[in-house]
């Protein structure tokens, strides 16, 4: 299913949210009101996938990244930091399997992460690729969002 043109507008209307501002050129809804009565989704294509792989994976993504990943359930936020504290990259860090993490970041950052996680890879068991061209990052909203996530293939 594509959103044909106006239709996020409509949705919008329809679920009656206000804007909060912007971020990278999105405009943010928000409300505590807002009733959909219809499921939508979106491919984020702005948005990629990075694989990190093998029986190192979570230490060696846990030594760099801000968050404890030793404690990751399914999903968490995280983000890699300069040396000055600020923020390089952030991303989301999916957990399918004990041995595998998904991480989705911005697609135009994939290369650079990559980079960066190839030179501190040393003698880490991980395989590090991008999956980009292989996995969609879709959102999901309305009633049956939650039944379309857990029916969704798992990698």
Do not use: H
């Given at each position: 299913m594509v959103l044909r043109p106006g239709a996020f507008?409509?949705?919008q209307h329809r679920a009656r949210l206000a804007c909060h501002g912007s971020w990278m050129g999105v405009r943010l809804m928000s409300s505590s009101v807002a009733t959909i009565?219809?499921?939508?989704?979106?491919?984020?294509?702005?948005?990629g996938?990075?694989?990190?792989?093998g029986p190192d994976a979570v230490s060696f993504l846990q030594g760099l990244t801000t968050n404890?990943?030793?404690?990751?359930?399914?999903?968490?936020?995280t983000s890699f930091l300069n040396a000055q504290g600020r923020v390089l990259y952030?991303?989301?860090?999916?957990?399918?399997?004990k041995d595998l993490l998904l991480?989705?970041?911005s697609?135009?950052?994939v290369p650079?992460?990559?980079?960066?996680l190839q030179r501190f890879r040393l003698r880490a068991k991980v395989e590090i690729a991008d999956l980009s061209g292989q996995l969609a990052v879709l959102a999901a909203a309305g009633p049956d969002a939650a039944r379309w996530a857990s029916a969704a293939p798992r990698p």
């Open positions: 507008r409509q949705w009565k219809n499921n939508v989704w979106a491919n984020l294509e702005s948005r996938t990075i694989k990190i792989e404890d990943l030793t404690k990751i359930d399914a999903a968490m936020a952030e991303g989301i860090v999916f957990s399918p399997r991480m989705e970041v697609r135009i950052q650079d992460i990559i980079k960066l």
